[in-house]
């Protein structure tokens, strides 16, 4: 369903307050348990009542590339009062999540109401990092740089596939006739994920510390991250 009409049925499950950002809904707690009800799986971020600045900036960017996707996804944000009436800090204190964790990152997947317990996000504060989370735990296509929707779909069948040089056939099929860069590296994790179930956690801390090395070119870290975006589909 898209993203466009779970923000509409949203709005008419409970009277959600408005949002400014796209993609966000603002929940507080008395919309809160209403929208997270297991029926779907919800990104939420706890953040102060006016929150800026650079994670801010790439939160927005993050809802915005899923609101506009096609994924199961809802991104909401709780607002956190810190002076006052102090509102919604008992929506923070039941996840026991303090203001000098902020911004915290909780994801209730598909079948989890908010009285279950959440997955705690611990990664970077930035967009990709953010995206490559919830494909991952959330089950939820996107599309990140770099993915191929086929070769994605062989790609979680791998790990438990029965037959895992058929598979790995198929994936050379379909990547002999991709235009994409990114195709026979999908190839290729699934042959050595074949041969080392522990390839995909090395790969990744290879990438991600070559990815923060200042001497790499820009354009070798844009190859990095998409070749990341294709290793979270595993």
């Known amino acids: 369903m898209p993203m466009r009409m779970l923000l509409v049925l949203c709005a008419c499950a409970a ?13 507080d707690n008395t919309t809160f348990d209403r929208i997270i009800d297991g029926s779907r799986s919800v990104f939420v971020r706890f953040d102060k009542e006016y ?5 801010h900036d790439a939160w927005k960017e993050y809802a915005r590339t899923v609101g506009e996707s ?3 996804l809802l991104s909401c944000d709780v607002g956190v009062s810190e002076y006052g009436d102090k509102d919604n800090a008992d929506v923070a204190e039941r996840f026991s999540v ?6 915290t990152f909780l994801l209730f997947t598909k079948g989890t109401k908010s009285s279950g317990t959440p997955l705690k996000y611990s990664g970077a504060k930035k967009s990709a990092d953010l995206l490559r989370f919830v494909q991952e735990k959330a089950g939820a296509w996107i599309g990140l740089p770099g993915q191929i ?9 791998i790990g438990s596939a029965a037959d895992k040089a058929a598979l790995i056939t198929k994936a050379e099929t379909i990547a002999a006739g991709s235009k994409e860069e990114t195709a026979k590296y999908y190839v290729k994790v699934m042959a050595k994920l074949s041969a080392d179930a522990e390839f995909i956690t090395k790969e990744s801390t290879r990438l991600k510390r070559m990815m923060d090395d200042g001497s790499v070119k820009a354009n070798k870290k844009e190859q990095f991250g998409r070749r990341l975006n294709v290793l979270s589909s595993f």
């Open 149 to 157: 929707k086929e070769l994605d779909e062989l790609a979680k069948e």
């Open 70 to 72: 096609a994924a199961e």
């Open 98 to 103: 303090k203001t000098d964790d902020f911004p």
């Open 51 to 55: 929150s800026y600045g650079e994670d």
């Open 15 to 27: 009277p959600v307050p408005a949002y400014s950002d796209r993609g966000i809904l603002k929940l």
